[in-house]
């Protein structure tokens, strides 16, 4: 099947740090290529990939918000995508809503995978227009929740992200908490970007309030450092809280596996959440607010905990903190064959086949 990718300009594929969508892109495309399909990515220039490359951009724009608000920005990136759409079996969108209006223009099936919230007051007003103004044409979710935002929109599927499991090793939390020295493990780790929808100030006052060390491995969008100087960084002592910055993928593998417990305290309608997978797949219990995902990602009591608010998440913390070795270990390993069943690339690739199939009839 030939097979066009398409990413938002905005980061490299695969990212060299921070960059959900396009890890996600870059697994999906090179597990196409894998399975003998002929598939062309449309990304930035520096972008790496067992697929045919095509680019506008040389270098990836970054996260520069002038350029996400300009509506140009992004039709230059979609532009040789529909000028050589007979090329292709089928085009998969990853990008904004732009899209969309040249979508219904052409013979060649089209499939938006949408990896933002949907829900509204979270969303941008007019981009849920869009959305909803193009509501017949084919979208895959990725969670079940996510479609409760727009549920007028044609589904053909959910497909959950996928992560390379071989990047990831199971490790043991860091041992004891009575026996942590200083560097080891045994920390509650909270990792993502900065900002407030993503819960790090009450990952702090939940980390104070059981008593364990937190350590923050995070991206500072230009955008939000304001942010970061004004509410985070007052907060930063070194020692109970700890900024370790933005992680490569193999520090970013050692920062889970060590970690005692994964904080979560989001304060929005998560669609999805792969840093959850992630820090399962290193072993690692997550616990987290009830909101979007969550519930799908999380088995409640055996890979984490969901729970209401801060001072739950404190008890289910506590709760976690007092199993015994046995049992503990006996969770990281639950955690662990919980992605292997659902999160691998192999079986988002294997959904996205199951997608292409039904809109192409190949």
């Not at 095509?54 to 990836?60: C, D, G, H, L, R």
């Not at 001072?311 to 390993?333: C, I």
């Amino acid at each position: 099947m030939k097979i066009a990718q398409v990413a938002p300009p905005w980061l490299p594929v695969p990212p060299k740090g921070y960059g959900g969508i396009e890890a996600v892109v870059s697994s999906l495309t090179d597990g196409l290529v894998s399975r003998g399909h002929d598939v062309t990515l449309f990304a930035t220039g520096d972008s790496v990939t067992e697929a045919k490359l095509s680019f506008v951009y040389e270098k990836a724009l970054g996260n520069d918000g002038s350029l996400k608000n300009n509506p140009y920005t992004q039709l230059f990136q979609i532009y040789p995508v529909f000028s050589h759409c007979d090329q292709f079996d089928i085009i998969h969108i990853h990008g904004e809503g732009q899209a969309m209006f040249f979508a219904d223009l052409i013979k060649t099936p089209l499939v938006h995978t949408i990896h933002g919230t949907l829900t509204e007051g979270e969303q941008n007003p007019d981009k849920r227009k869009v959305y909803q103004q193009f509501a017949k044409q084919n979208f895959v979710s990725i969670s079940n929740a996510q479609r409760t935002g727009l549920p007028e929109l044609n589904y053909v599927a959910t497909v959950y992200n996928g992560i390379d499991l071989s990047q990831f090793t199971v490790g043991d939390g860091g041992g004891g908490l009575a026996h942590r020295r200083p560097g080891e493990g045994g920390y509650l780790a909270w990792l993502g970007r900065i900002t407030p929808k993503k819960g790090v100030v009450e990952a702090i006052h939940v980390a104070k309030a059981v008593g364990v060390p937190l350590r923050l491995a995070a991206f500072i969008d230009p955008v939000d450092q304001a942010f970061f100087d004004t509410e985070i960084k007052p907060l930063i002592d070194g020692s109970s809280v700890q900024f370790v910055g933005q992680l490569n993928h193999q520090e970013r593998s050692l920062f889970l596996q060590k970690a005692k417990a994964f904080v979560f305290p989001i304060k929005w309608e998560e669609p999805f959440g792969l840093v959850m997978v992630e820090a399962m797949a290193a072993g690692t219990p997550v616990v987290a607010f009830n909101r979007g995902s969550v519930p799908e990602i999380i088995m409640d009591g055996k890979t984490g905990y969901v729970v209401a608010d801060v001072d739950s998440m404190a008890e289910a913390l506590k709760r976690l903190l007092s199993l015994d070795a046995p049992t503990y270990q006996a969770m990281r390993q639950a955690c662990r064959k919980h992605v292997e069943d659902h999160f691998t690339v192999e079986k988002m690739v294997e959904g996205y086949e199951a997608v292409y199939k039904k809109l192409t009839s190949i």
